[in-house]
């Protein structure tokens, strides 16, 4: 089950980002997300959050669409994107992307780039897309389709990851270790059609980067 989150982010490129809805089972509107997703628009599944960020009006036409709206308290442990994470999880999904959770609120961004390791510690495939990067959590392997444009980084989210091999990119990696707070794994570019990164040890964070 594939579960699309809209987030009240930086989104400028609708026509770009508008590809994640594929395929969604779920679509869940997180508070201020609301000016989003009229922009697609698309009628979410559900509308959630403390309402600290939306306006009036978007509040109201999702309202009028008989969109479901759960509120939250504005004093509480997690964040709108959080919620709606958890939300997600509860009702089966198997892949949740994350659109708009990332912006000017570096606390914001940073919080839901780790959401990642939530997910995946319950075995669900994560994204974090915008216009210019699509970032993803790997414990083990992952295949990368090229696409013109794009650079492949690879950013340790554990103390070091063991055990790292690339296939397909311009600068490869065999069998290395690199450690978190290191800026080897920046801007690598394709050599193949399809590139591969596997590792043995830790967690790595997968980022497809366009200017």
């Not at 594929?22 to 997703?37: E, N, Q, R, T, V």
Request: proline share 2%.
């Amino acid at each position: 089950m594939k579960t699309v989150i809209v987030c009240n982010g930086s989104i400028k490129d609708y026509t770009y980002i508008k590809k994640y809805f594929a395929g969604a089972d779920l679509i869940i509107c997180a508070d201020g997300g609301a000016s989003h997703i009229r922009k697609f628009g698309i009628t979410p599944s559900l509308l959630l959050g403390d309402f600290d960020s939306i306006d009036q009006e978007d509040y109201d036409y999702l309202k009028e669409q008989n969109v479901e709206i759960v509120t939250f308290p504005v004093e509480k442990d997690m964040t709108d994107t959080e919620i709606a994470v958890e939300l997600a999880v509860e009702k089966g999904s198997s892949q949740i992307v994350i659109l708009g959770g990332i912006g000017t609120r570096m606390d914001h961004s940073l919080s839901n780039i780790f959401l990642l390791k939530k997910l995946m510690s319950g075995n669900i495939k994560g994204i974090i897309a915008d216009e210019y990067n699509e970032i993803t959590l790997v414990r083990d392997h992952i295949r990368i389709e090229k696409e013109e444009g794009l650079k492949i980084s690879l950013l340790p989210l554990t103390d070091k990851v063991v055990g790292v091999t690339t296939k397909g990119l311009y600068y490869p990696l065999n069998e290395a270790t690199v450690e978190m707070g290191s800026t080897w794994g920046i801007s690598n570019e394709f050599k193949e059609d399809i590139a591969e990164v596997t590792l043995k040890e830790g967690l790595l964070l997968v980022i497809k980067s366009r200017e």
